[in-house]
């Protein structure tokens, strides 16, 4: 190959790395982006507010996903306590959003959770809590956000018991990304807060959602 034609080549490409630039300067294509580790399944469950809220409620949000239960003496209260702090760093952010799970719904009802989130003083917009069918509440921990084994699970439902201490954060298009957060552990707290700042500066890729169910799953 003939110096000219390096010489040429090299001109090439840097012109189109200069046309690469211009054409994704100023959006987050060239940045590298929090890892996808999972994908939301379907779901069908009831709010504090005895609303209904399923899959398609999360598109176009941020959203950071917790399981707790209301009579928890334990690490729950630890775990909200944070979680609030979550909470009133973004509630003024029109496209964030908590969801909480319980884990025991045979004892959560709509107005046990009500109450409990009453107490803690917050938006039952922002911070929504759930309850349904314990077979679908557990295995939406397990399956989609990651935050129980799966070797857990036993023949009955009614023999199993999830208590996690875990945070999962789903995008607007219905990826777990980034990690599983230690929720009672302040350094990975202020990691979720950075990745949720990160997420909300995020486009939604809309195409990706079809009749309600995240259409990106593997």
Not at 17 to 32: E, H, S
Not at 92 to 107: G, K, Q, R, V
Request: aromatic share 14%; charged share 30%.
């Amino acid at each position: 190959m003939s110096k000219r034609v390096l010489v040429y080549l090299g001109f090439f490409l840097i012109l189109l790395g200069a046309f690469y630039f211009f054409l994704f300067r100023g959006t987050d294509k060239w940045k590298r982006k929090l890892s996808v580790i999972s994908y939301v399944k379907p779901f069908q469950f009831t709010t504090q507010e005895g609303l209904p809220f399923n899959d398609r409620d999360l598109l176009g949000k941020v959203t950071v996903v917790e399981y707790f239960f209301t009579s928890c003496k334990g690490i729950c209260p630890k775990m909200n306590n944070n979680m609030k702090g979550i909470y009133e760093t973004f509630k003024s952010e029109p496209d964030f959003m908590i969801l909480a799970h319980t884990c025991d719904p045979e004892t959560d009802s709509v107005p046990r959770l009500k109450h409990y989130s009453e107490s803690l003083k917050i938006d039952s917009r922002k911070w929504v809590m759930v309850t349904g069918r314990k077979d679908s509440l557990y295995q939406l921990a397990r399956s989609a956000y990651l935050l129980d084994d799966p070797k857990n699970s036993v023949d009955k439902i009614e023999d199993q018991f999830i208590h996690t201490q875990f945070f999962a954060l789903v995008d607007r298009d219905g990826k777990v990304r980034s990690q599983i957060y230690d929720g009672l552990k302040k350094d990975e707290m202020e990691k979720l807060k950075q990745d949720i700042q990160e997420l909300l500066k995020e486009r939604s890729a809309n195409s990706n959602f079809v009749n309600g169910i995240f259409n990106n799953n593997p």
